[in-house]
């Protein structure tokens, strides 16, 4: 029996396979296993010699993730960093588990597009253009929807039980910057007077926010 995560896997593949649009450059190799502890930097990683079936598996993905933490969901990544065989292919995926009321927070992906298959649940999901419009929908098991590369946008899961998707990028590390994160938590800190100019609020209130952000 094919199940929700193999029609999601099936779907992204196709998505990516057809696309003729790549956020990664081409590759000049039929494969390049990324040598993940190699001190040589490049754009990507350089390749080993030593290459085996494992370094195209990864098995991460086929269970939910937990969930108990402040904003109730959690991304499961299945990138190069995690699977040594797609450095050069242009290729990822992710899983993101949402609890009741969960949120994946308001963030971007410089380096790719992001397109979201709904395993199960429901969810609300939106981005907002360099216009400021928010383009929102909600979505259902079942569904697709797709986040343009770079765009502010989020997830959040206002259904009594839980949901999850599958998420597929035309980068093989699409990266991720979590706006409030990115501005609260950043290290060296971003100047509070610089946070109390950008929202108008007091230095207080920066204060209290990042120190919620602050490791525990």
């Not at 929700?4 to 057809?18: D, G, H, R």
């Not at 939910?64 to 904003?71: F, R």
């Not at 949402?98 to 994946?104: D, F, K, T, V």
């Not at 919620?212 to 525990?216: N, Q």
């Given at each position: 029996?094919?199940t ?15 696309s003729?649009?790549?956020a ?6 039929d ?10 930097k ?21 269970n ?8 109730g ?12 065989g797609l450095?050069?292919?242009?290729v990822?995926?992710a899983?993101?588990d ?7 927070p ?7 597009t ?5 395993l199960?649940?429901?969810l ?11 383009i ?14 770079g ?8 259904g009594?039980v ?6 597929a ?16 938590a950043?290290?060296p800190p ?13 230095t ?7 120190s ?5």
């Open positions: 029996m094919v929700a995560v193999s029609k999601a896997l099936l779907i992204m593949a196709v998505v990516m396979l057809t003729r649009v790549y990664d450059p081409d590759a000049l190799q494969i390049c296993v990324a040598d993940l502890t190699s001190a040589v490049v754009n990507g990683y350089p390749c080993k010699s030593n290459v085996t079936a494992d370094d195209f598996f990864f098995s991460g993905i086929a939910p993730g937990a969930t108990n933490n402040s904003v969901s959690l991304v499961t990544g299945a990138n190069v960093q995690r699977i040594p450095n050069t292919l242009g990822s995926l899983r993101i949402y609890a009741p009321g969960g949120l994946n308001p963030h971007t992906h410089p380096r790719a992001e397109v979201v298959f709904v199960e649940g429901e609300d999901v939106g981005f907002i253009t360099t216009a400021n419009v928010l929102a929908k909600s979505i259902k098991k079942g569904d697709v929807f797709a986040f343009p590369k765009l502010v946008h989020y997830q959040k899961n206002n009594k839980p949901a999850a998707v599958i998420s990028f035309n980068s093989q590390l699409p990266g991720t910057q979590s706006i409030a994160a990115t501005l609260f950043a290290a971003v100047p509070d007077n610089v946070l109390t100019k950008a929202f108008q609020v007091g207080k209130e920066v204060q209290k926010i990042k919620r952000f602050a490791p525990k």
